[in-house]
């Protein structure tokens, strides 16, 4: 009968999909005995390789190709994708996965799927993000409200400056572009106060984490990153006189440390001038 024969073929194509278990991927650099799949350092700038075993259907016969999609588990959109025939047999493929595709996240699953047509799902495998002490090689974070020694004080610094605050509205940090960063990558600062002007103990406050993301736009425009020291009760007002405060940050990729900036100092004054007071708002401004 016309089309019996495709008809066949399509049946029989199926019937080997039937009960073909594929084995779970492994990741170049990760020990297969390994079970939270620690990755190499450089994987979230250099990406991954996924090793997919050869599965039992392979293509036995010219002009038949089977493809194979690789996906972050949670995610419908692959990050990587080869086709293969008879020619590229071997006992396993190497599938290379872009570092930008990688989730930000600390740990993640992996699977792939093989279409022969019909799909099969291969078993998950954790990754996980290698921790390390991320290299000091940022610079400092910049405080542009300080004087040339250094100081913020109760009056503005430089009182012209449209985007200039007043030490109680907030104390401003721009970290410097560098050419290391990449759309995505968050950074975190850390900030403390210290009793003394050189951020030597006893501390005033715990450290304080704030949180920016790198955009299309800073790379674009190479813009320096802003955040703003707030609320003033908690994180500034424990500074009176000849205190200071340490502020320091690190760039996250992908949920993993990749650098870390050398540590800025600022001095904190907020003696009123001529009075015994302190400043914590407009109110001794006359």
Known sequence: MPGSKSRKSAVAASALDIGILLNAPGVEG????????????????????????????????????????????????SVARRAYSIVDDAAEFYIPVAALALPNRPSFEIIYIVRTPNPTTSPPRRLTFKVAEPPTVLKEPVFPDASLYGYIICRKNKPSGPESLFIWEGIRIFIPFDTRFQENDVVTLVWQGWATLNIAPPALTVPASFTVT??????????SLRIVIQPFVTWIKPMTANHSASATYTLLRRGAAIFKSRTGLVKLDRKIPGESGFCENSSWMK
Not at 216 to 223: E, P
């Open 30 to 77: 990760v020990d297969p005995g390994d079970a939270s799949g620690t990755l190499p350092i450089d994987a979230p700038t250099n990406g991954l390789v996924v090793k997919v075993p050869r599965w039992p259907a392979f293509p036995g016969v010219p002009d038949v190709e089977h493809t194979v999609n690789i996906y972050i588990v949670g995610s419908a959109v």
């Open 214 to 223: 790198v955009t299309a736009a800073d790379i674009r425009d190479r813009n």
